[in-house]
């Protein structure tokens, strides 16, 4: 319980952290609850991480200012952790030095666990890297005469920090330098029992990979890695991975300061260069050692003696161009330990390994899950992309993989699916790219990495083909050169083959970056797609309605021998297979064209009689025209009501364009009167004509073909042209091959449109085709565009126009 310092009533804040700003239910005033843990009284906020927060506080017993780090709640309940948080102080405790913050108590209040220590005005080295880039080596120097210096008294205490970085220094505004965060300590000569290996792959000393036990050495290799990233404004080795077997390799390879730095004195190439001997025999053997070597670059190079110039001018420059706005940062908030797990700020740069500068655990599961990561890769790159699949499929359903090893080894599910030539699948692997959980962490090569394969993800995501301009959003020469990759296998695979190659050969030619060097492995894949193209694609015929028999049957044999010659798989096996369907289909189409013309004039000839029966009928008492249905007789109009009841049935048919179906329903009716049969005649005769349609328009397709926005019923308008029909299905060519599409599939009015477009000009000689397209219009219930073409074609046709007439009646409901 608190009280409020203005109506002085009790408040339970049980749920509330320190420091946290609530409305008091009994006065509205704002007040800030749990300000005093022991001895401290909080006064503001520096920071908070996933396993506690840090205050700035004065210590009311000794008038000072200290930080002081909260462990969360229920992480204070944690007997274990609260251990381990005790020790980390207890070790920092115990090394008196002035560049070593210093650790004041350890205590307990309010069920909070909480650390008191120095308050250190400045910044971390990395922190200052990253704003000013590669420092002086004056000023470098400087900092490692007082890290050095630091790590000494840790040592005569018989402790090795094991976790020396750039993170874990801090540099006031004086230009003292400060070593921080002893959370990984540990007595020289005692051995980690522990599984996981913690270290962060820029400056982990090569012996530490191999499982040797720890010495100052690791130190001494870490210290000089340090030095170098300072002096070189980047980190010695792109080392951000935790795959043993890969930081063998890389910390394997002979470095030297000379080939990144220029204008760095001979003296400080060896001092570095030394510190980072492979073998730990060949580093110093003492702090001491190390002192001596500083000292003396310093004194032959700028004149000084035992360290820094007075007053560390070359930081307290930097400190002035910041002005007043020092930010206040302490050790503590370098990094979060937990017990057993350490938040997680970083890892690889190694695609679908975490990526990130900070401190890595290299776990029993995590070296698991990089060795699978990485053989799947591997197996992808040589080709066995369904040994590649398995495993990226098991570890896509593996619950506990980082989001970065997620994240890359869905983009990789999604490349695989490509290579395969499944690219529907393969969409649906990069669309879930997006939601993700995010890796970056602050760390702008992580951030780099995320936005690219979210970038990837949205595009890949879409049904169309990528466009010539979005190579410009996948840069060559770095890692998103892999967009280049997967652009070139979408646009293959959805049949683009000219523009799959142009992809191919930008990523081809792009410069493999530094340290990415497995990127080149992707390359030898796609020789199989040059291959493919220059040997088949290029040289495959092009079956036409108007080519003999023979010469299609010639083709197709070709073909078929091109199908057995082809390497990758998808995309050109069935664009090639296509092709052998098409033959067999038009070879077909010409077998069936003479039953079908006689099919079609059978029906024409029936439709003719029907014609004429039914201006028989025009003596017969009844009128013609839409005067029909009047002064009808009670027995008329009931069948002329079961009539219209009929005809709203016949609705469903406009979805298939199956009018025939109505015209064999029609015969089933009888009708008694006169005025019943004459308009079942007429229906039948109008049903029958818009079925006949279909043949009638696909026989003028195939004369001239089509060119233009083509209509669907459902999804948007398509540009392209129609190659060939038949009554049954339109062969679409949107400009990457041909499809079949179904004619029920297009918008009844753009078939109508289409109709009038590619018919003969109306004569006594097409009198029929424009007839049958009437009909077909008004059977779809597209009344204006019916009419329309009525009102053109009536006052030539007046058997049809009394017809259209007497239905329009029908239709309307009128008389």
Known sequence: MNQCPDCGRSLDVGNFSPFSKIICPHCDSTVRVRTLLGQYEITKMLGEGGMSQVFKATDLTLGREVALKILHRELSKDSNLTAMFEREAKLTASIHHPNVVKVFTVG??????????????????????AERGALSEEEVLNIAHDVTSGLNAAYQENLIHRDIKPGNMLVTKRGTAKLVDFGLAMQQGITDEAEDIWATPFYVPPEKLDGDSDTFKGDIYSLGATLFHALAGHPPFAANTSSLDELKEIKGAPISLKDSVENVSKGTVKLVDKMMANDPADRFDSYEEILHAIEDVQ???????????????????????????????????ALAVSFGKRENTGGDAIPGINGGGGERVISAAARKQSNQFLEGRKYMMAGNFQEAGKIFNQLSKEGDLSP???????FYQGLNELFTGHEKSARQKFSGLAPLKSFAWNNPELAGQEKFLKKVGAKMDQDLPLLPGDKNIFPADTLQSLGLLAGGLKNWDMGQFQSGLDWFNLFNSSKVPTNYEWI??????????????????????????KSDPDTLKKQQALLKKQLTQLQTQGAAPAWIQARIDRIDTILAQEREEIARKAEQRRKEEAARKARALAAASRKRRMPDGPGVLKSLTPEEMAEISRLRELVK???????????????????????????????????????????LFKSTLSGELNKGGYEGIIRRRKGVDLDGKITSATPEMFVVDLGFGPNEVPVEEFDPGWLVDTAEAVFPPFSPETENSWE???????????????????????????EFANRFGRLEALRDDRG
């Open 108 to 129: 307990r209040d309010q069920g909070y666990f909480y650390i008191a220590m120095e308050m250190v005005k400045g910044i971390s080295l990395e922190q200052h890297i």
């Open 299 to 333: 004194e032959k190079v700028f004149g000084t003696k035992r360290g820094r110039p007075s007053g560390g001018a070359a930081v307290s420059t930097f400190w002035l161009k910041l002005g007043g706005g020092i930010v206040l940062l302490l050790a503590v908030l």
């Open 404 to 410: 970065s090893t997620a994240a890359w080894n869905q």
């Open 520 to 545: 080149s492995d992707f390359k030898p894949l796609l020789e199989a797609y040059r291959a493919d193209f220059s040997k088949v694609i290029e040289n495959s015929p092009v079956p036409s309605r």
């Open 649 to 691: 049935t016949f609705s469903g048919y406009r979805e298939t364009l199956l009018f025939s179906n109505a015209v064999l329903k029609l015969d089933t009716e009888t009708f008694q009167t006169e005025a019943g049969r004459l308009l079942q005649r007429d229906l039948h005769s109008a049903y029958q004509q818009a079925d």
């Open 772 to 798: 049958q397209l009437a009909w077909f219009a008004a059977a779809n219930g597209l009344i204006e565009q019916s009419r329309r073409i009525a009102k053109q074609i009536g006052p030539l046709l007046p």
